[in-house]
Structures are given as C-alpha cells and as structure tokens.
C-alpha cells in the first residue's frame, strides 16, 4: 500500500469560533426562575379562588333565604288584608243584629187596623233594605226550617216529640243565625224534632231481641 503524499498546501491557519451575539449575552443575563417559588404562588392563587368561590356561595344561600323571607312576608301581609276586608265588620254586625231580630219580632205582631197594616209594610221595606244593605258586606241567614239539627251552625232551646219527623229535624227557627262571608258569627236557635220514647223502647227491643238460629 502506497502512503498518500502530504499536501503541504494545507491552510493549518487555526479556525476562530463565531463571535458572542447580543441576544446571547442578553440570554445568559436572564436569572434562573425558581420553579417551587412559582409553585407555591399558584397554589396561593388557588386557595384565594377557593376562599372567593367559597364566600360567594354562602352570600348566594344567604340572599336566597332573605328573597324566600320576604315573599313569604308579602303573601302574609296578602293574606291578612283580604281577611281584614273580609271581617272588618263582624264586631258592628254582630251589635246590629239584635236590632234586626227587633224588625222580625215587630212583623209578626198582628195588625187589626189599616193604618197599623201601613206602618207594618213600611217596617217590612225598612227591613229588606237594611238587610240588602248588609248582604252587600257578606251578611247572610242561615236556611233552617227542615234541616238535620247541627250543633256547630245551630243552638237547640226546645225539643218535641214528633213520630211525623225525622229525628233532630228543625221544626221551627226561634231566632235566626247569621254568617259573614262564611264565618259564623251567630249561631240559629231552633226547635228541634226527637222520636217519640215510645218509638225508641221499640227500636231498642228490637235490637237486643236474639236472632233466629
């Protein structure tokens, strides 16, 4: 093997490196970032967005309640005003009604005389004008003549013996009972209808006697 021969023509002139730019000295200036530092700032970051989420949800619960408080204060405050228009005259109604049981007791006085027939049908307008009047504010008699006695609408100061009747039936209104807008503000007097004693030994015997076997 043949040695290749040396080329003295060779430029051995050494090689210089490239010179530093700007923006490589500017790199080498920049400070290296410590990344825990940066981590515990984004942590505290988070804790405060937790803390602001957090004080926004209880402000949110807490304008919900106070919004619930208050329809709940407008629909009593309703309430009450349409009750109060509804019963605002019960006290003065319930003082006129005695006046008014005047004008019944007075048109079934017998009148023998034309001048005293006069003065009767005066009252009995009187009478039916006053009452329109009251119906007007929710005023209202109660229907009692043949209905089943009840104890919460009616006040039982007689009881006869009646076998024509149905028992407890009303036979006969003593003085009438009053409502106001449904609300009972006086209760009717009445004379009721019972079975005859008689009547009820033989129910009674009936009831006890044995069946047949």
């Not at 490196?17 to 000295?25: C, V």
């Not at 319930?94 to 048109?107: M, S």
């Not at 009995?124 to 009840?150: A, H, N, S």
């Not at 100061?157 to 009438?176: C, F, R, Y």
Request: glycine share 2%; proline share 4%; net charge negative.
């Amino acid at each position: 093997m043949k040695n290749k021969p040396i080329d003295n023509n060779i430029d051995e002139t050494p090689v210089k490196s490239a010179p530093e730019t700007k923006a490589d000295e500017k790199a080498d200036r920049i400070p290296i970032i410590d990344q825990t530092d940066e981590l515990e700032k984004l942590q505290k970051e988070i804790e405060d967005l937790r803390k602001v989420t957090s004080e926004r949800d209880e402000f949110l619960k807490l304008l919900q309640r106070v919004q619930a408080d208050f329809l709940n204060y407008q629909k009593r405050i309703k309430s009450e005003k349409e009750c109060w228009d509804k019963y605002q005259d019960e006290n003065l109604l319930r003082e006129l009604l005695p006046a008014f049981d005047n004008f019944g007791r007075t048109l079934k006085l017998e009148c023998t005389t034309d001048e005293a027939k006069c003065i009767m049908d005066g009252v009995t307008l009187i009478k039916r004008e006053v009452f329109r009047i009251l119906e007007k504010r929710g005023l209202k008699q109660m229907k009692t003549l043949g209905e089943k006695f009840d104890p919460n609408l009616h006040e039982a100061v007689a009881m006869t013996e009646s076998a024509e009747h149905k028992d407890h039936e009303i036979l006969e209104e003593v003085a009438p009972g009053f409502t106001l807008n449904d609300r009972l503000i006086r209760a009717a007097k009445v004379r009721i209808a019972m079975k005859p004693k008689q009547a009820e030994k033989k129910e009674e015997a009936k009831s006890v006697e044995p069946k047949a076997s």
